[in-house]
């Protein structure tokens, strides 16, 4: 399977209006609930009013448009990872999942995933 990396610094934020969304920007994953407003972003778009934020996240994607009736690809992933020590924030889409970790683990999760197998580029 193939793990692709993301390029860029990602930000993991609240925020309490869906008008500082600026949907037009290249990479913005948004979760709205009940309880919450949640985005996921490149940190230099992040918006400048939030009620909460966490920088220095990278990510990488799982490559390709996952079939929902596969089983335990995320898992697979998240096993490996925390039994390394390295913890994640994992976003869905229809197509397939992304996985981010802090700044200072990315490269470490990064080398244990190709050492389990998996492709990185």
């Not at 390029?7 to 949907?23: F, G, I, M, N, Q």
């Not at 985005?39 to 934020?53: F, M, Q």
Request: glycine letters at 6%; charged letters at 25%; aromatic letters at 10%.
């Amino acid at each position: 399977m193939e793990l692709k990396r993301m390029p860029y610094k990602l930000t993991v934020c609240k925020v309490d209006s869906a008008e500082k969304l600026d949907l037009g920007k290249e990479f913005y994953f948004v979760g709205k609930t009940d309880q919450e407003l949640s985005l996921v972003c490149k940190t230099e778009d992040t918006p400048t009013e939030t009620v909460e934020r966490n920088d220095g996240w990278r990510g990488f994607r799982i490559q390709g448009v996952l079939d929902f009736s596969l089983i335990g690809i995320l898992s697979k992933l998240c096993c490996i990872l925390a039994n390394h020590q390295i913890g994640i924030f994992a976003v869905s889409t229809f197509n397939t999942d992304y996985v981010l970790v802090k700044e200072e683990n990315f490269e470490k999760a990064m080398t244990v995933l190709a050492a389990e197998g998996y492709t990185v580029v």
